[in-house]
C-alpha cells in the first residue's frame, strides 16, 4: 500500500512538472490536463494545493473563470491565505463581475503580503467599483421595494400596478436587482398574487419576473423551485390565455436551462457536470411533464407546450432523457394523445388542439431518434404494440378509431414504427 501511495505521489509531482512545461508554451488546455491528473493522483500530496492553483491560472488563461474561482477555494482551503490563490481568485472574481468578493480577496492579500505591487491597482481600482456599487446598490434596493409595494398592493389604479410590474421585470433582469428581489422575498409574493391576478398583463410579467430570477443562477433556481415547488408551475401553465401559456413555458424552459447549462440557442449543448449536480432536479422536472402530457384536467395548450417542452430537452444533443421517458412509460401517455379525437367529447376526454396530433408526433420521432441501439428501439416497439393491441382487445368500435387515428400520428411521426405496427397487426 505505501508503495502504491509513493507512486501515485510521484505520478502526481510528474504531471505537475509536465502541466507546467505546457503552461509555458501557452497549451493551457494540455496544463489543464496535467493539473488534474496530478490532482486526481496526489489528494494526500503535501503540493495539493499547488495543483490546485496552477490548474487556476490555466483555467484564467482559458477564460473559465467560474473554474479558476473553484480551484482557488479548493486551494485556499488547503493553503489559507496563500498569495497566489487569493490574487488568482481576485482575478478570477473581477472577471465574473463578482467585484465585492474580489475586493475582499485583494484586500486579504494586501494584509498578508503589504508590500505586493501586483495586488495594488487591483485593489485601488476594485475599491472605486465597490463604493460606486454599494451607492447605486442603495438606490436600487430602495426601487425594489418601492416597484414591490406598488406591484402587490391590489388597492392601486390598475395602471399603477402595470407600470410597476413591468418595472420589476426590468430589474430583475440586472444581476444585482434579481438578487435584492429574491432576497425581498420576492417569489413568496408572486406566488400569493398569482392566486388572486386578474389582469393578463401584471399575471405575465409576474411570470417574466420569476423566469428572470433563475436565468444564469443554479442558487435562485433551486430556492424558487423548493418555494414554489413544480405543481406551481403547471398551474400557471394551465391557461387559456396564448400569450400565459407562452411565458410559462419559456419560464419552464429558463429553470431547465439553469440547471443544466443549456441556451435558447440551436446548436446550444449542456454542462455535464452541471447536468450531474443536478440530476434530480432534472429529472424530477422532466417527470411531472411526463405525467401532466395526460392530465385531463389542463387546457389543450397547456398540453401542447408539455409536450413540446420535451420535444426539446431530451434529445441526446440536450439532455440525453429520451430512454428515461420511455423507462416511465410516457410513450403510452403520448400515444394516448395521439389517440384523442378532437370533435369526440366525452367525460374522461383530454382537451387537445388542432395541433396536438402533430406536436405529439413530432416527439415520438424525436425519442425514437434516440433509440440508437437494437434493445432501445425494441423497448420502444414493444410499448407501441402493446398499447395498440389494449386497444383492438376493446369490443367498442371508438377505440378501433383510435387506433387508426394513433398509427396515423405515428406515421407522421417515427415512419418505420407505424410501418412495423401495420406489419405486425396484418400478421396476427
Not at 446550444?268 to 401532466?292: G, Q
Not at 383492438?392 to 414504427?417: H, N, Q
Request: aromatic fraction near 6%.
Amino acid at each position: 500500500m505505501t508503495n502504491t501511495i509513493s507512486n501515485d505521489e510521484a505520478s502526481a509531482g510528474s504531471h505537475k512538472d509536465k502541466g507546467n512545461e505546457a503552461f509555458k508554451g501557452s497549451q493551457w488546455a494540455e496544463a489543464v490536463k496535467h493539473y488534474s491528473n496530478a490532482i486526481k493522483l496526489g489528494s494526500g500530496h503535501k503540493e495539493l494545493p499547488v495543483f490546485y492553483k496552477n490548474r487556476a491560472a490555466a483555467y484564467l488563461k482559458l477564460e473559465k473563470f467560474e473554474k479558476a474561482a473553484e480551484d482557488c477555494t479548493e486551494s485556499l482551503k488547503l493553503m489559507p491565505n496563500d498569495p497566489k490563490a487569493l490574487f488568482r481568485r481576485a482575478q478570477a472574481y473581477e472577471s465574473l463581475e463578482k467585484f465585492e468578493e474580489a475586493y475582499h480577496d485583494a484586500t486579504a492579500l494586501f494584509k498578508a503580503d503589504p508590500g505586493n505591487k501586483t495586488v495594488q491597482p487591483m485593489l485601488q481600482r476594485l475599491h472605486v467599483i465597490v463604493q460606486e456599487r454599494v451607492a447605486r446598490n442603495a438606490k436600487l434596493s430602495t426601487k425594489v421595494k418601492k416597484m414591490m409595494d406598488l406591484t402587490f398592493d391590489l388597492t392601486l389604479p390598475l395602471e399603477k400596478r402595470r407600470s410597476a410590474a413591468n418595472n420589476l421585470v426590468v430589474l430583475a433582469k440586472e444581476e444585482t436587482g434579481a438578487d435584492l428581489l429574491y432576497k425581498e422575498h420576492c417569489v413568496t409574493k408572486v406566488a400569493t398574487l398569482a392566486k388572486v391576478e386578474k389582469d393578463p398583463e401584471i399575471y405575465i410579467n409576474m411570470v417574466y419576473v420569476v423566469a428572470a430570477l433563475c436565468e444564469n443562477s443554479v442558487e435562485r433556481t433551486k430556492g424558487v423551485l423548493t418555494e414554489l415547488g413544480v405543481p406551481w408551475f403547471m398551474r400557471v401553465l394551465d391557461q387559456k390565455h396564448e400569450e400565459c401559456v407562452a411565458t410559462a413555458q419559456y419560464c419552464l424552459q429558463t429553470i431547465i436551462n439553469a440547471l443544466s447549462g443549456l441556451k435558447n440557442k440551436a446548436d446550444s449543448k449542456p454542462d455535464k457536470e452541471l447536468c450531474s449536480k443536478n440530476n434530480r432536479e432534472i429529472d424530477t422536472l422532466l417527470t411531472c411533464l411526463v405525467y401532466s402530457i395526460t392530465d385531463r384536467t389542463i387546457s389543450g395548450p397547456a398540453r401542447d407546450a408539455v409536450i413540446e417542452l420535451l420535444t426539446r430537452n431530451i434529445h441526446y444533443s440536450a439532455l440525453e432523457w429520451a430512454e428515461r421517458l420511455v423507462e416511465i412509460r410516457g410513450l403510452c401517455r403520448l400515444l394516448e394523445v395521439c389517440s384523442e379525437l378532437e370533435d369526440y367529447k366525452y367525460e374522461s376526454a383530454m382537451e387537445i388542439t388542432s395541433s396536438t396530433s402533430t406536436i405529439a408526433s413530432v416527439c415520438l420521432a424525436r425519442v425514437y431518434e434516440n433509440m440508437y441501439y437494437d434493445e432501445a428501439k425494441l423497448r420502444f416497439a414493444d410499448q407501441i404494440d402493446e398499447f395498440i393491441k389494449d386497444k383492438l382487445l376493446s369490443p367498442d368500435m371508438e377505440s378501433k378509431v383510435r387506433v387508426i387515428v394513433t398509427i396515423t400520428a405515428l406515421l407522421s411521426g417515427p415512419l418505420d414504427v407505424g410501418n412495423q405496427i401495420i406489419a405486425r397487426e396484418g400478421e396476427s
